[in-house]
């Protein structure tokens, strides 16, 4: 069920929203949490909210979208849109289009639909402020989710979120080689225990996630990591063997090669966003690991 209301204030959609919840016979006592969602990309944000509609499922939220009206408009203006039963997941879901002066006041417009003690996650699908916990949406909440990825310039951006990083912050490219790591850790931990010499890691320069799981490897290894622009692998050299995990760019199996070994084909597709979002709503404490990889890629060999 979708209902919009145009030039609404914060007190009438929350009406609104309590009236379509019994009208629906929707229960909501097992929500985990506050999703706050910020774009002003109108296809990002249906995207988003697909994402977290999914993600709902593991993780029943009240969902917050906060979006971009006319910005240049003499008046403050509040239009609305509430989701609730099969249109929103297993959560609900707000759209909150702000308009006029009020486009720069979105904390205070989204403070009164907050649910208490409940934590709050806020999440950027595009655009990110440079420091996302003095953001006040930031601000609001204990986990802050970025994503470099849809960005102009993505290894400009992951980099910068370096200085900008809090704990509590992450960027779904880091999410979206979860299983990658786990593949290399796991080869890296059986015989013949030899540390890492060198490492590569190749790709599309556009994408992020092979920046941080390089700068991942880089605060893991004493020797060089290289990143290079083609096929889709990861090489891990040792003095006796050479563990390369590669996959076609499109692809959704890998391939583990290992010196002197056969080859082993492992189920490794690009991970999708909702599965992205729902692991890093899974996990509300500090991300260290996270941290000493975006530390790591400054020690990274471009070529």
């Known amino acids: 069920m979708i209902v919009d209301l145009l030039d609404t204030t914060t007190t009438a959609v929350n009406k609104k929203l309590d009236a379509l919840r019994e009208e629906a016979g929707v229960v909501m006592m097992g929500r985990v949490g506050t999703l706050i969602i910020k774009s002003d990309n109108d296809t ?90 003095q953001d006040p949406l930031g601000k609001l909440a204990i986990r802050r989710i970025t994503d470099a990825t849809n960005t102009e310039d993505p290894l400009s951006v992951i980099k910068g979120r370096l200085p900008g990083y809090t704990a509590g ?12 790591r786990a593949l290399l850790t796991s080869a890296v931990d059986q015989k013949p225990h030899e540390k890492i010499e060198s490492a590569l890691v190749s790709g599309l320069r556009t994408e992020p996630s092979l920046d941080v799981l390089a700068g991942w490897l880089a605060s893991r290894i004493d020797g060089p990591v290289r990143r290079e622009v083609g096929e889709l692998k990861v090489e891990l050299v040792r003095k006796s063997e050479t563990i390369t995990l590669s996959r076609p760019q499109e692809g959704t199996t890998a391939t583990l090669s290992r010196t ?44």
């Open 260 to 303: 002197g070994r056969p080859d082993a084909l492992v189920p490794l597709a690009r991970r999708e966003t909702r599965e992205c979002l729902a692991e890093d709503m899974r996990r509300l404490d500090p991300d260290e690991v996270y941290f000493s990889a975006l530390e790591g890629i400054d020690k990274v060999q471009y070529a």
């Open 169 to 180: 912050d992450t960027d779904l490219a880091w999410a979206r080689i979860t299983y990658w």
């Open 44 to 133: 990002l944000l249906e995207e988003a909210i697909e994402a977290a509609n999914a993600a709902s499922h593991e993780h029943p939220s009240r969902v917050l979208v906060v979006a971009a009206g006319d910005t240049d408009g003499r008046d403050a203006r509040l239009d609305a849109q509430v989701r609730v039963g099969g249109d929103a997941g297993a959560g609900e879901v707000v759209v909150l289009r702000l308009s006029g002066p009020l486009s720069g006041h979105s904390a205070s417009v989204v403070i009164p639909f907050l649910l208490p003690d409940i934590p709050v996650v806020v999440w950027w699908p595009d655009v990110a402020p440079l420091v996302p916990a």
